[in-house]
């Protein structure tokens, strides 16, 4: 298994924060990594999510919602073809540090096979990406 794992602080208190980051029809104005989500927002639900990471190609997932807490998290599970190949479980989680201030925690967990493989090609992308969407995150919460 491998993490990739981000936070940023936040100016802004959890409701504020939950509220762009649950609004999947504004991701194409302010979020530079996952560019559109469709899809329920239901644990069960089906996501279409296109992410542009970093200097990379942009790809469309089909993950599984496993997690959908207001203010609290959102998670998604996807996999490469089938499960246990190259999985990701991708969470993003917003933490009270008071009332006005918010850790945003972004990151996934890659399991599988090909991880080992592909992790090289992913990694450093992947990261600036993450980077971007919480910079970009704390930028509209904060405006």
């Given amino acids: 298994m491998k993490v990739l794992s981000t936070e940023i602080e936040i100016a802004a208190g959890r ?3 939950w509220e762009i980051l649950a609004d999947f029809d504004r991701y194409p104005e302010w979020n530079p990594f996952v560019r559109k989500i469709e899809g329920e927002k239901v644990v069960g ?15 469309t997932l089909k993950p599984e919602i496993v997690r959908f807490e207001k203010h609290e998290a959102f998670v998604w599970k996807g996999k490469l073809l089938i499960g246990g190949l190259f999985d990701g479980k991708h969470e993003f989680r917003l933490e009270p540090i008071d009332n006005d ?7 996934e967990e890659f399991t599988g096979i ?22 970009a995150l704390k930028t509209a919460a904060e405006a």
């Fill in 15 to 17: 409701e504020r924060v």
């Fill in 101 to 107: 201030t918010t850790r945003f925690i972004h990151r």
């Fill in 114 to 135: 090909l991880v080992p493989i592909l992790w090289r090609m992913l990694e450093e992308d992947t990261r600036k990406g993450f980077i971007e969407m919480n910079k």
């Fill in 45 to 59: 639900g089906r996501l279409t999510v296109h992410i542009k990471p970093g200097d990379g190609k942009g790809i």
